[in-house]
């Protein structure tokens, strides 16, 4: 049987190198949900960010992958949006980040999913 506080443990950490892969790139409007203590959540953390350009979006997303695999040495699981930009997401199984172009992250407002969610915003 897995160690769930090694997995809790393994999710804060990709979480906190999926932000810091973020920040690298100058991602604005962060926002770390923590899920783990929402009812029926597919994950542990969903990690939001905006960028300004399609070359900005994709070079936060290459970060994000860049900074979780020299630290932890994980694959994302799977990954979606690389074509068109607008929304990547990028699937760790227990975190997932969303790298989301502005128009988008308005459209889709994921942010106002989960009010049960701890939210924390990322100052840059």
């Given amino acids: 049987m897995p160690d ?6 393994d999710s804060k950490k990709i979480s906190e190198l999926v932000v810091e892969g973020m920040l690298d ?3 604005t409007n962060i926002v ?3 899920l783990k203590n929402v009812k029926n959540a597919i ?5 939001l960010c905006s960028g300004n350009s399609d070359t ?20 994302p699981w799977k990954s979606e949006g690389r074509e068109n930009k607008e929304w990547i ?8 980040a969303h790298v989301f172009n502005k128009d988008k992250r308005i459209f889709y407002g994921l942010d106002d999913l ?5 939210i924390t915003h990322i100052q840059q």
């Fill in 56 to 75: 900005q979006i994709e070079a936060i997303t290459e970060s994000i992958e860049e900074v979780v695999f020299r630290n932890q040495k994980e694959n």
């Fill in 25 to 27: 790139k100058k991602a």
């Fill in 43 to 47: 994950a542990d953390y969903f990690i």
């Fill in 32 to 34: 770390v949900m923590d």
């Fill in 4 to 9: 769930k506080n090694k997995q809790t443990t």
């Fill in 114 to 118: 989960w009010g049960d969610a701890e």
């Fill in 89 to 96: 997401l990028i699937d760790y199984v227990d975190v997932v």
